[in-house]
């Protein structure tokens, strides 16, 4: 059992943080790596991309937004209740180097998977541009943590209500014009990926992608999180979740992503009745 340190409600109760003791994970994980959990016996299995972790204290982080049963059903945990199980770390770690210049930008619970990358960029020594944004003031998330990781960042909102009056796109594409930028690290809902994407191929430069498949096992064997890259199959769970955006066939994402909603809607209805 994983049991829950602290919890805290953000973006008017849509996406909840929640540290978790996991020592062993904690351990080993690094930015980019997710784990797999199940609330319970009887629980689906669900991907979540960690936050942070803190080897020393042995916790994760987890950000979740509430979006189905599974996590209506995690939002209702308190602190010391527990996880049943937490299979992790998974997936390939992001590759870190000194580049020069990134930027990384984040949408939605995004900004939670792009924060321990965006840290790690700066640390190695690289200038990280941080770009979050979202529909309103309200539902914008890790602010603080975003800046404090970032060489120099900025907010945007669609409604004005906080930093620049428009879409991260926009800011994104006044960098590109203005320095030369090495890499781009594009995390948040699908849509927004790809219009990352169709950005950064405009002024070729390489950008990476976080993609937050349906999920079963993990490991590889299931096939659930088969993605379409560069006309290949590939496994978000092995061979991700971090694939070169340019190559990701994104409306082929959104297809399987929206394959279960029958399914996910009768769950929900139960679960609220
Ligand atoms: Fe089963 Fe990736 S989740 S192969």
Request: charged letters at 25%; a negative charge.
């Amino acid at each position: 059992m994983f049991k829950i340190l602290s919890r805290r409600e953000m973006a008017q109760g849509t996406v909840v943080e929640n540290v978790i003791e996991a020592p062993q994970i904690a351990k080993k994980a690094k930015p980019g790596q997710f784990v797999i959990l199940r609330v319970n016996e009887t629980g689906e299995r669900i991907p979540l991309t960690m936050a942070n972790t803190d080897p020393e204290r042995g916790t994760i982080t987890l950000i979740y937004q509430i979006v189905g049963k599974t996590t209506s059903l995690m939002k209702t945990l308190q602190v010391g209740d527990a996880l049943m199980d937490i299979a992790g770390p998974l997936g390939k770690p992001t590759h870190i180097d000194n580049i020069g210049t990134v930027v990384c930008i984040g949408g939605g619970t995004g900004v939670a998977v792009l924060h321990p990358i965006t840290r790690g960029f700066k640390e190695m020594g690289n200038k990280v541009i941080g770009i979050i944004g979202a529909r309103n003031k309200e539902l914008l998330i890790m602010e603080d943590e975003m800046k404090a990781a970032s060489t120099e960042f900025e907010v945007c909102t669609d409604d004005g209500s906080c930093g620049y009056h428009g879409f991260g796109t926009d800011l994104l594409k006044k960098r590109l014009e203005s320095e030369k930028v090495d890499l781009v690290v594009g995390i948040g809902p699908v849509p927004m990926m790809k219009f990352v994407c169709s950005v950064t191929k405009q002024y070729d430069v390489p950008t990476l992608v976080s993609l937050n498949a349906i999920m079963v096992d993990g490991t590889g064997m299931c096939g659930c999180c088969r993605v379409s890259v560069g006309g290949d199959t590939k496994f978000a769970c092995v061979d991700g979740p971090e694939f070169d955006g340019h190559k990701v066939d994104f409306d082929g994402l959104s297809q399987r992503l929206a394959g279960y909603m029958a399914e996910e809607k009768v769950s929900m209805d139960r679960f609220t009745a």
